[in-house]
């Protein structure tokens, strides 16, 4: 290796270095923010409540994306959508271009009581959409859902296409190739759209806040014990958050990432 080599190297380490040190100085920071006078945060039912929210309703995102994605990034990445394709893969990618807050009031006009489908549950049923679990999993779904399309199509695109003929030409249906050979050479790429999105969906505010500020998420119960009691209560309540998502993270990544 030469010293002009060497010499990159260095400089590129030292970057990726201060990269890391960017990432964890703040979250270590943040979870000294337990200690003896904050540590008893968590037996406050209401912050157990809204984390178990986060959690349950962000896995419940990812999951209805892995429904509703897959099946998605499959058209776009056979071509399905013609000479609208740049078109369907601009409005996938949308919600990631837009502010949260702005998805928010959007979404408002949608299931809000007098929204254009949150009118019909209201008037038909009684139900208001807003200020509830399905509303925050609906927040949580647009700003998410990208990350699980995306992933999936670019893993569907890798898929070797004399895999696919070889499958065709012995007389088995697309369903039996989606499922045999599509599926299977693409779980990689799925699952990281299915870890994206849940990361996503769990750290969601804005829209959410503005859809449902009851029931509370974890995000929403920091925003609000900042505003409403003191900035050591809500670090503590986010220190919490922060080792749930890295305990979440680290044990599927670990667990389902070795069965790639």
Request: net charge positive; glycine share 6%; hydrophobic share 55%.
């Amino acid at each position: 290796m030469s010293k002009s080599d060497k010499a990159l190297y260095l400089i590129f380490f030292s970057i990726a270095m201060m990269v890391l040190f960017f990432i964890l100085l703040p979250l270590i920071r943040l979870v000294f923010f337990l200690n003896p006078s904050t540590i008893s945060v968590i037996k406050d039912k209401s912050v157990l409540i809204s984390l178990w929210n986060s959690i349950s309703l962000s896995l419940a995102t990812a999951g209805i994306a892995l429904v509703i994605g897959i099946p998605t990034a499959f058209l776009m990445s056979k071509g399905m959508f013609g000479k609208f394709e740049k078109v369907v893969e601009t409005l996938v990618d949308l919600p990631l271009a837009i502010p949260h807050t702005v998805v928010g009031i959007a979404l408002l006009f949608i299931i809000g009581r007098k929204g254009i489908i949150g009118s019909i549950f209201y008037n038909s049923f009684g139900f208001k959409m807003t200020g509830t679990r399905v509303a925050i999993v609906l927040a949580m779904l647009f700003v998410s859902l990208p990350y699980t399309v995306s992933s999936a199509r670019e893993g569907f695109k890798k898929v070797e296409s004399s895999l696919v003929k070889s499958a065709m030409t012995l007389g088995a249906p697309m369903s039996s190739i989606f499922k045999d050979i599509y599926l299977p050479l693409s779980k990689s790429a799925i699952f990281s759209g299915f870890m994206l999105t849940w990361a996503r969906a769990i750290s969601e505010f804005g829209a959410v806040v503005i859809l449902a500020y009851y029931p509370m998420t974890a995000p929403v119960k920091i925003y609000d014990a900042f505003t409403q009691y003191s900035l050591n209560t809500s670090a503590a309540i986010a220190a919490y958050l922060l080792l749930i998502c890295l305990a979440i993270f680290l044990t599927l990544r670990f667990s389902l990432g070795e069965r790639k």
